[in-house]
């Protein structure tokens, strides 16, 4: 199995820089969160913290 982490660095998806770089992109209310050890498949990765997310994610965009 490969490393996740080290294939979201390669294709820019780690958390390096954290969200500022893309920060100015977004026109809503924004969230970011990182999660170690997780690849791209956040639901099966963190199973937990998606089914919070969800909810907020909701919520924020009614707002």
Same mark, same amino acid.
């Given at each position: 199995? =490969?490393?996740?982490?080290? @294939?979201?660095?390669?294709?820019?998806?780690?958390?390096?820089?954290?969200?500022?770089?893309?920060?100015?992109?977004?026109?809503?209310? @924004?969230?970011? =969160?990182?999660?170690?050890? +997780? &690849?791209?498949? +956040?639901?099966? &990765?963190?199973?937990?913290? @998606?089914?919070?997310? +969800?909810? /907020?994610? /909701?919520?924020?965009?009614?707002?």
């Amino acid at each position: 199995m =490969r490393d996740r982490r080290a @294939f979201g660095k390669a294709v820019g998806a780690g958390a390096t820089g954290g969200h500022a770089s893309y920060r100015d992109k977004d026109t809503g209310p @924004f969230v970011h =969160r990182t999660l170690k050890g +997780v &690849g791209h498949k +956040v639901p099966q &990765g963190a199973p937990a913290a @998606f089914a919070r997310a +969800v909810p /907020e994610a /909701e919520r924020m965009a009614r707002a």
